[in-house]
Each structure stands twice: as C-alpha cells, then as structure tokens.
C-alpha cells in the first residue's frame, strides 16, 4: 500500500508508517503549499492512497467528481500525540480487511466509517 500524507497529517505519524514498510509521500517534504486539487491529483498520478485530517476531500470526491483511485482516509481524531494517528492507522490496517480503493474512509476514536465513490 502506497500513502500521500497531507501537510496536516504529522510528520512523526508519516516516519512510523514509513519504518512499518509503507511507501509513504509528505506532501509537507515533496511539495509544499499545493492545493487539495493538485493533492488529489498527485495521488491518481502514483495510485497512493491520501492520509488526511482535512474534512473538504469529501466535498472534492461528491461535489466536484475527483475520484482518487487509492481513496482517501479522513482522520476525525481530536486530541492526539504526533505518533498516535500511525499508530491507530496501523493498528485498523493490521486487525481488519478493509479496503481503502475507491472509498472515502472516516476514521475517528469510535468509528469507521466508508462510503464508495
């Protein structure tokens, strides 16, 4: 599994996810400042599913049609250290067969939630 983590995803989370064997981009070291738009793009270009805690990706996937293929992760948690979001991320990967391709994925401290696009 290939990730594009969002400047907002931390940089902590991206090292651990990378260590656990993942092919994990930092949009925050490869390309700074870029729109979501041009995120989402990134991600179809490299088949990489998107790490995210930026709630707009949803309205990017059923508003305005952009359909990254990888999909797209929301995380929803509220208070966290740097560490924790690869950490739970890991954790869902390892203990569950969920499939992230073509599904907007909502991730927060009680729920998972996903919805095919």
Same mark, same amino acid.
Do not use: W
């Given at each position: 599994?290939?990730?594009?983590?969002?400047?907002?995803?931390? =940089?902590? /989370? =991206?090292?651990?996810?990378?260590?656990?064997?993942?092919?994990?981009?930092?949009?925050?070291?490869?390309?700074?400042?870029? /729109?979501?738009? @041009?995120?989402?793009?990134?991600?179809?270009?490299? /088949?990489?599913?998107?790490?995210?805690?930026?709630?707009?990706?949803?309205?990017?996937? $059923?508003? $305005?049609?952009?359909?990254?293929?990888?999909?797209?992760?929301?995380?929803?948690?509220?208070?966290?250290?740097?560490? @924790?979001?690869?950490?739970?991320?890991?954790?869902?990967?390892?203990?569950? @067969?969920?499939?992230?391709?073509?599904?907007?994925? =909502?991730?927060? /401290?009680?729920?998972?939630?996903?919805?095919?696009?």
């Amino acid at each position: 599994m290939k990730f594009l983590a969002n400047e907002n995803f931390p =940089v902590a /989370s =991206v090292r651990i996810l990378q260590e656990a064997g993942y092919d994990t981009k930092f949009i925050g070291f490869e390309c700074p400042s870029i /729109s979501d738009v @041009e995120v989402i793009t990134l991600a179809v270009q490299e /088949s990489r599913t998107i790490i995210t805690f930026d709630k707009d990706y949803g309205e990017l996937i $059923y508003k $305005y049609g952009h359909k990254p293929k990888g999909g797209v992760i929301f995380l929803r948690l509220k208070e966290f250290t740097p560490e @924790e979001p690869a950490e739970y991320l890991l954790h869902i990967i390892r203990s569950t @067969e969920i499939i992230f391709e073509n599904y907007l994925t =909502v991730i927060d /401290s009680k729920n998972i939630r996903q919805r095919k696009y």
